[in-house]
Every structure is written in structure tokens, then in C-alpha cells.
């Protein structure tokens, strides 16, 4: 049992580049959700997932999209990357019955933009 | 906005005594609240939780106090471990879709 697996660990991406965070789940989890991390701050909701082909907008949306089209993935997409989303993302997801305090967070992708 | 927030940025504690780590929160909507664990280069690792009907809840060795008079959440830790060094975030859930976290506690145990 994986748990929640993202990928990649580290990326470095040239500001204005494009790029596709990986999130997948074993645990047949309905809710999934994405959160950046700045240094010294507590995580910050981007979007988020109830289940399979639904998404919707968390506190800080803008710069990234995501999609949800099985329920094991849920990947984080940068339109055109800027240094102000240098972060660490992490993923994480939740069963219906715990909702969005039984979270199960991945290990994190740490991302740089120059 | 409405927001959690914790007192203490670093709490320095001695190996085997209790660590209290203070949160408190501005949204009396809210009705259920967990603490993390983070350690080093790792995702956040559920501790604990309260709903808002309850003023107290233990666990092993870990006991969170609610307190919806003044908005205020604590996380005790009893006979404090190294293995317990880490960043502790307290969060809340509002019924709505989001969690919301706090800035986040370092706690520090001194052998």
C-alpha cells in the first residue's frame, strides 16, 4: 500500500515554463487536494477534488489547473511558471467518511522557478 | 480573513517533560479541528483531531483541549520524546470544502 505518491521529488523550471505535478492515490480516497507550502507558513489550498471529474478552486487557484478524471489521480498543472510559485506542493487525499480532516498528505514535490 | 494562527513560532523543551503547543482560531463557524505532525522534508502527518462539541480528546500520549470561549486549541505532548521534533500545524474545517492551517509550531527536544 503506497498511500499517496507524488512525483516528482524536485523540479527547477525557467520562469514562463510549463509543467505537470504527479498525484496518485491507492487507498480509493473520493477527496483529494492540493496545498503549497512557503517557507515558515502554513499550507495553502490551490484545488481540490470531491471525486472523479469534479474540481473546484481552494484559497490560492491562480497559475494552476488540475483535472480529475479517475479517482486515483489528480495532477497539478503550471500554466506558465513564475518565481512567486517557487514552493513545495504537496498533495493529499481523504475518504468520504473522514472528509477533509482524515488527510494522508504525499511527501512533497519541492519546486523552483528561475 | 478568517484565520488559525498559533502563539509560539519554537518551543525548546527537556527530553521526558510535557510540551503544551498553543493555536488559536478566529472562525466560530468552525466545527472540527485536527493537528499535524511535519517532520524534515516530509508531508504533514495527522496527530489528533476534536469536533466542536467536544472540549477534550486524548490520544496516546497526546491530548488536544478546545476552548470555543476564547477560540483556542492546544496540543499537549506528555514525557516528550526527540522523536517528537518536528513542526506542528493545527488546522480547521468550517462543514465548508477547505482546511485551513496555522503558521505552524517548531518544537525542539533537548536531550
Known amino acids: 500500500n503506497a498511500g499517496v505518491t507524488q512525483t516528482p521529488k524536485f523540479q527547477v523550471l525557467k520562469t514562463g515554463q510549463s509543467m505537470t505535478l504527479q498525484c496518485a492515490q491507492d487507498m480509493n480516497h473520493e477527496y483529494m487536494s492540493w496545498y503549497r507550502q512557503d517557507p515558515g507558513m502554513g499550507l495553502r489550498l490551490i484545488h481540490y477534488?470531491?471525486?472523479?471529474?469534479?474540481?473546484d478552486q481552494g484559497e490560492v487557484p491562480n497559475g494552476y489547473n488540475v483535472s480529475r478524471s479517475t479517482t486515483e489521480d489528480f495532477p497539478l498543472r503550471l500554466l506558465s511558471a513564475a518565481p512567486s510559485q517557487t514552493s513545495v506542493y504537496f498533495c493529499?487525499?481523504?475518504?468520504?467518511?473522514?472528509?477533509?480532516?482524515?488527510?494522508?498528505f504525499g511527501s512533497g514535490t519541492r519546486l523552483t522557478v528561475v | 480573513g478568517e484565520s488559525v494562527g498559533l502563539h509560539l513560532p519554537t518551543l525548546s523543551v527537556q527530553e521526558g517533560d510535557n510540551s503544551i503547543i498553543n493555536c488559536a482560531y478566529s472562525?466560530?463557524?468552525?466545527?472540527?479541528f485536527i493537528w499535524y505532525k511535519q517532520e524534515s522534508g516530509k508531508g504533514p502527518q495527522f496527530i489528533i483531531d476534536i469536533r466542536s462539541n467536544m472540549d477534550k480528546r486524548q490520544g496516546q500520549r497526546v491530548t488536544v483541549l478546545l476552548n470555543k470561549t476564547v477560540k483556542h486549541l492546544s496540543l499537549q505532548i506528555a514525557a516528550t520524546q526527540p522523536g517528537d521534533s518536528a513542526v506542528y500545524f493545527c488546522?480547521?474545517?468550517?462543514?465548508?470544502?477547505?482546511?485551513?492551517f496555522g503558521g505552524g509550531t517548531r518544537l525542539m527536544v533537548k536531550p
Open positions: 488546522a480547521e474545517n468550517n462543514a465548508g470544502n477547505m482546511l485551513t
Open positions: 477534488s470531491v471525486g472523479a471529474g469534479i474540481t
Open positions: 472562525n466560530s463557524a468552525s466545527d472540527y
Open positions: 493529499a487525499s481523504s475518504s468520504r467518511d473522514r472528509g477533509f480532516g482524515g488527510y494522508t
